[in-house]
């Protein structure tokens, strides 16, 4: 099987109903991103970052995996996908993709203050009490800003033996995820999907550039995949 790598952004997501990762005027829900997206944030007020990721774990229960979702899931009776995805939710796997790689952490896993490498699965609120073994303080595991990307170095090594690149619902923004697809071998044809695609410097790979939602354009992929 060929082996399909998909990077995939909050674009695919929005179109399930999950608000993009901040609006235009530079907020996320209403609130500054460093109040709720940062190690200093959570610091100073813990109470309102457990709360801005309670609601959004909350809004998660209630979206369901789109078009896009559902038909990479459908493509591994054809290709060996992997998705590394920078969003937090679940829709991937939901949608029924087996091989998903969470760049930006998950909103349904919690993690220990102190000791990073202890991560619990969590589905209702997180509460100030709610500790770890050794009766640290839980956090939400998400990547915030100023933190390590602790699966970069996986996603590089997928992205290094990927057959096929899909880029799918990114403005190409956020970094080191942005930066992915330039360590596909130069032969490997790139895919990029998003309905309003933001310019792609210095690739030296093939390029073709479809310029739709995930839910339409992921189905046209799939399609120009089987035909080659």
Do not use: C
């Amino acid at each position: 099987m060929k082996k399909l790598v998909v990077l995939t952004g909050a674009g695919i997501s929005a179109e399930s109903g999950i608000k993009t990762f901040r609006d235009a005027d530079g907020l996320w829900e209403g609130h500054e991103v460093m109040e709720v997206a940062s190690y200093d944030g959570w610091r100073n007020n813990k109470a309102l970052v457990l709360d801005f990721y309670n609601q959004r774990r909350r809004q998660l229960h209630e979206v369901k995996p789109n078009l896009g979702h559902l038909t990479f899931a459908e493509m591994e009776k054809d290709f060996d996908v992997h998705i590394i995805t920078q969003n937090v939710d679940n829709l991937h796997e939901q949608a029924g993709s087996s091989k998903v790689l969470h760049l930006h952490g998950e909103l349904l896993k919690v993690r220990s203050d102190h000791h990073r490498f202890e991560v619990l699965d969590w589905t209702t609120d997180l509460q100030i009490g709610d500790t770890d073994s050794n009766g640290i303080q839980l956090r939400p595991h998400i990547v915030w800003f100023g933190e390590a990307v602790p699966a970069l170095e996986e996603a590089v090594s997928i992205v290094e033996s990927a057959d096929y690149v899909a880029v799918v619902g990114t403005s190409l923004q956020v970094y080191p995820a942005a930066g992915l697809m330039h360590y596909a071998k130069r032969h490997v044809p790139v895919f990029y999907i998003d309905p309003k695609p933001a310019t792609i410097y210095d690739l030296q790979n093939p390029l073709e550039v479809i310029p739709m939602t995930a839910s339409e354009g992921v189905p046209l992929l799939k399609q120009k995949l089987k035909d080659e």
